[in-house]
């Protein structure tokens, strides 16, 4: 440590810090030891604790003690999740370099960089450059692109915990790895909040034989979470996700605190939840706004920019605010619902009081009374330190695929070279060569059948060995689809008058008709015209306008939560006296016991239910939605083999419901084994086949490999010809290909992704070692009641589909 | 995949005529020996190859397999295509179509030109099709590719929108499936071809759907 201390550039930035009055934290410092000792590693520090300055610093001190090893251009690439992060970042950075009198450019480039900039960028890299993973693939994509990385030193991943987990951070490890072929002393580190698999987080990342660290901040933050409670339990509703009788508790909050961020799950829920503070409180009428990742950028930073600057009292905002730099002002954060997850639920806290030492205040809302529960499972967790692990993807063949294009549009690529390095990559350690081979097949030739293919000419080998793309058409094609993100059409929502508002899904505005009202942004508005992928709209003065739903976003709880969930159920009638909310529920409680039952720990209960609309069969698991997806399938598919059956599904958090138009055979005498954990992979993999949830993982699937092709918001709908649904290519593949690599992804993905599958273990282990209760109750109760309203549904069935048919249409004429 | 298929008719009078709907997406009126069907789009998945898109060459090797089914099985003499027969301009899909063509030496071939169906009048007389630009007359009938206005002294048979039709039952079961819609004064067919979509959002006022699958034809 001493030697390192006394280099020139530790006493230049210590110096720098001096000035400003702060003293390095010691894991800062730690990391710019560890770089200088040509480490690569990943550093855990909580927010607002200057983990940017880690790493960052750790560059800019290896440079100025050896200022000859960098060449100019490219020092280092830093890779952020979020566009919105990257430009307060750079003005940070840019601070320091001026500060301390060095002349390096940092600049920004993603989605939002102007032309004219990426091309003087071409021309001329900066020193620093700021970036996504999606950027950096487009960059593999353009002619002669090696140049501009030869002279690169460091990559660093910021919140690499957020892009862990997704199929993102799979593009960030090929980047990675594309990179360091070109230079194989890149040093590698990762900045990442605390989860629960550091340790396989660090080593998804940094898969190479090279030196690795990780660097833990001692440091830590004081969270302190309040449940509000309405005055009586009847205020709150059983089922729902608004919460709007709220609304008089939350306004005082506002008042009492500098600045306030009202997180919400969806932005369909932000919308509503701003016009009801502003019904409520019309004082707060230019003091509130509204942020989510539909409303235009150019307002978006101006929201940004004004909760800085504190001009805000409050802002009602969905996870577009999950992350960012420090909003100084904000002291206070309210999440309204469920945050569905406990690293989630700490991130948002951390939102507040943002400073090192501060304590985060947090204001926890139920929208519907089960969520108290909740609440009190999440101080249990946090209490405990108890935080969840992010599970890496692997083997996602649609973002192999989507690569080798990319290198074919770019600077072509040799397969025996990319092979090699492709399988260092963490997500790709289990690719086999047959595997590989068949994604060139699928990119050169189409797919199995060679004469089935006989004009598709996507990549052709050329006769120097290498593999590219030689249409334009394709290439374009190619470059605007590049990234895993799949949304829906979406257009663009913008005044007559000029001035965009944000976005909108396609599906809700086919919906609609010209003259119709709806909110976007806070704002209500008409629709005067659509025209090519863009609306045009004016303010209107209607009092009744349409919150638009935006599909997607609906997060599952997770296992960690879950599982306090549980606990905290089974002795929720005997709370202790510390536990508010529980002690809140217990008028409602009591009715579950009365009416059915409240399951206890070693417990798993089952409710049926018979009503109008047919058989009821209700399940908790208590496992969240995804786990219970895959068992709801399973369970029909189980009970549709005593007989055959039709079963409409619905699932939540909590449990499952099973409906049918006939009885449901669920007996005391067989629920045992309808529930056992025999032979559970394969019915679960079978019951998978004759579901549609394969075919619901294939739309992603389809887009990232470039089987359909998306459109651009406020682009004209081009390629009008090559339109088609991932549906029908699922169904057209199963049918003529079933051996397709991206096919067996679609099922893998339902349930290999290893978290589930574990997860699916684990829970049927468990209701193996409990004590089933069945229990027949006469009407909905208060856990059955949610799941009735408020789900997802799809469907299984075994039945004859004329046979279907011809009993619907008998029942109607009853 | 499909080896025979079973074709289960439902006939339905239309002013003086009576026309047979078929679960395999094809009318047959009997007084004039023909098949009337929509929307074949012959060409679509060598057109995605050729964009960089692979889709199997068998979606239209399967479909004319079915239609040679309906032509034998029926004996029809003549196809009235309301449009769309193509996709897009001319690929090896289209050989295939007309080496397909070859076994039947007395087809009679009249199309009304759909939306897609841009090509040059040069292939279609390579193909020996009568090409109607906008509309066909025969005895009450009038065939058009995309309905537009009702005509009081025709019955009018139409396709393009690709109709399909969600079919709700209790315990919310929900079933969507292709259709023919019929009113008192037109008939929407289901496309043809398999490699197509379903639309569940036009419908006519006041029309009956007629959906179908593998072994049965429904009223609703």
């Not at chain 1, 519907?368 to 599970?391: G, P």
């Not at chain 2, 003499?77 to 897009?88: C, K, P």
Request: glycine letters at 6%.
């Amino acid at each position: 440590m001493s030697n390192f201390k006394q280099t020139q550039g530790y006493r230049i930035i210590q110096s720098w810090m001096e000035e400003k009055g702060h003293e390095p934290f010691s894991f800062q410092s730690q990391t710019w030891e560890r770089y200088h000792n040509n480490f690569s590693g990943m550093v855990v520090a909580p927010t607002g604790f200057g983990k940017t300055f880690s790493v960052f610093l750790g560059v800019v001190i290896d440079y100025l003690n050896h200022p000859n090893k960098y060449k100019k251009g490219l020092k280092l690439i830093w890779i952020s999740p979020l566009r919105s992060l990257a430009k307060d970042l750079a003005k940070a950075m840019n601070d320091v370099v001026a500060e301390i009198g060095l002349d390096w450019a940092v600049e920004v480039r993603n989605g939002d960089t102007p032309t004219k900039d990426r091309r003087r960028q071409e021309r001329l890299m900066p020193d620093v450059l700021l970036t996504t993973p999606e950027t950096l693939h487009l960059l593999f994509s353009q002619k002669k692109n090696s140049r501009w990385f030869k002279n690169v030193n460091c990559i660093a991943v910021d919140e690499w915990h957020e892009l862990l987990g997704s199929k993102r951070g799979v593009l960030t490890e090929i980047a990675i790895a594309r990179i360091r072929n070109l230079l194989p002393k890149l040093r590698i580190w990762g900045i990442s909040a605390t989860i629960g698999n550091l340790e396989e987080a660090k080593d998804v990342l940094i898969p190479y034989d090279v030196k690795t660290t990780m660097i833990r901040a001692k440091e830590k933050k004081k969270i302190k979470i309040t449940s509000l409670l309405p005055d009586q339990v009847e205020e709150l509703s059983w089922a729902g996700h608004l919460g709007k009788q709220m609304s008089s508790k939350i306004i005082p909050i506002i008042y009492e605190n500098t600045t306030t961020l009202i997180f919400t799950n969806t932005r369909n829920q932000s919308e509503l939840w701003y016009q009801i503070i502003i019904d409520e409180e019309p004082d707060l009428i230019g003091q509130i706004a509204i942020h989510h990742g539909s409303i235009d950028k150019v307002q978006r930073n101006w929201i940004e920019e004004a909760i800085s600057q504190g001009l805000l009292k409050a802002v009602v905002c969905t996870s577009s605010l999950d992350l960012g730099v420090d909003f100084k002002p904000v002291d206070c954060v309210i999440q309204i619902g469920s945050a569905k997850g406990i690293t989630r639920f700490m991130q948002r806290a951390g939102r507040s009081g943002h400073s090192p030492f501060e304590t985060s205040k947090m204001y926890a809302v139920p929208t519907h009374s089960l969520q108290l529960i909740e609440v009190a499972a999440v101080k249990e967790a946090v209490k405990q330190n108890e935080i969840e692990a992010r599970q890496p993807y692997v083997l996602t063949y649609d973002i192999l695929v989507q690569f080798l294009v990319t290198l074919a549009v770019g600077e072509g690529f040799k397969p025996k070279e990319t092979y090699e390095f492709i399988k260092q990559v963490h997500a790709f350690h289990f690719l086999t060569k047959e595997e590989f081979d068949w994604c060139i097949h699928f990119i050169t030739q189409g797919g199995n059948t060679l004469k089935s293919y006989e004009e598709f000419h996507k990549v052709v080998l050329y006769d120097d060995g290498l593999y590219r793309v030689k249409s334009r058409r394709i290439a374009m094609n190619h470059r605007m689809n590049i990234g895993v993100i799949v949304s829906e059409v979406m257009l663009f929502v913008k005044f007559f008058s000029g001035g965009y508002i944000g976005m909108i899904e396609e599906y809700f505005i086919s919906k609609l008709k010209k003259g119709d009202a709806f909110v976007l942004g806070g704002k209500v508005v008409e629709i005067q015209q659509i025209k090519d992928m863009t609306v045009l709209v004016k303010r209107s003065k209607k009092k009744k306008a349409i919150t638009p739903s935006w599909l997607g976003g609906r997060l599952p709880l997770t296992s960690g939560l879950t599982h306090f969930l549980r606990l905290k159920l089974s002795d929720a009638l005997t709370p202790n006296n510390r536990e508010k909310e529980l002690k809140f529920l217990h008028p409602l409680l009591k009715r579950q016991e009365e009416n059915s039952h409240i399951p206890r720990h070693d417990e798993f209960l089952i409710e049926m239910i018979e009503t109008k609309e047919g058989f009821h069969l209700f399940a908790y698991p208590f496992e969240g939605r995804l786990v219970h997806e895959i068992m709801a399938s399973l369970i029909a598919y189980r009970i549709s083999q005593i007989k055959k059956l039709t079963f409409t599904i619905a699932m939540n958090d909590y449990g499952f419901e099973l409906l049918s138009d006939q009885e449901i055979p669920l007996t005391e005498e067989n629920m045992n084994a309808i529930f056992s954990k025999e032979n559970l992979i394969k019915d679960v993999t079978t019951s998978i086949n004759a579901s549609e949830m394969a075919s619901r993982k294939f739309r992603d699937i389809a887009v990232v490999a470039g089987l359909v092709i998306q459109t651009q918001p406020g682009k004209r709908k081009t390629n009008k010809s090559l339109q088609s649904s991932s549906g029908l290519i699922f169904r057209v593949l199963n049918d003529y290909e079933p051996s397709n690599l991206l096919l067996k992804q679609a099922y893998n993905e339902v349930f290999d992704y290893e978290l589930e599958k574990v997860r699916l273990q684990a829970a049927f282990q468990r209701i193996s070692n409990s004590k089933i209760i069945l229990k027949k109750a006469r009407n909905f109760t208060p856990l059955s009641f949610p799941l009735k309203v408020d789900s997802l549904r799809g469907t299984m069935s075994n039945e004859n589909l004329s046979k279907r048919i011809e009993r619907i249409q008998k029942q109607a004429l009853k | 995949m499909m080896q025979n298929i079973s074709i289960i008719s439902k006939t339905i009078p239309c002013n003086d005529e009576v026309l047979e709907l078929t679960n395999q997406r094809v009318i047959y009126w009997k007084t004039q020996k023909s098949l009337i069907l929509s929307d074949l789009h012959i060409g679509k998945s060598a057109h995605f190859q050729k964009s960089g898109i692979p889709i199997p060459k068998n979606v239209l090797t399967t479909d004319l397999k079915r239609l040679k089914q309906l032509i034998q099985h029926f004996n029809a003499e003549n196809l009235i295509i309301v449009g769309d027969l193509f996709h897009a301009g001319y690929n090896s899909d289209l050989d295939e179509f007309k080496d397909w063509l070859t076994q039947f030496s007395n087809l009679k071939i009249q199309l009304i030109k759909g939306n897609h169906d841009r090509f040059s009048n040069a292939i279609c007389e390579q193909f020996q099709i009568e090409v109607f630009k906008k509309d066909y007359f025969l005895n009450c009938l009038k065939f058009v590719h995309d309905f537009k206005e009702p005509s009081n002294d025709f019955f009018t048979i139409s396709g393009h929108t690709h109709p399909g039709v969600f079919i709700k039952g209790k315990g919310r079961q929900r079933i969507k499936l292709p259709c023919f819609q019929v009113t008192k004064n037109q008939l929407i067919l289901p496309a043809f071809s398999l490699f197509t979509g379903l639309n569940t959002r036009s419908a006519p006022k006041n029309c009956k759907n007629y959906c179908f699958t593998d072994d049965g034809i429904f009223e609703l």
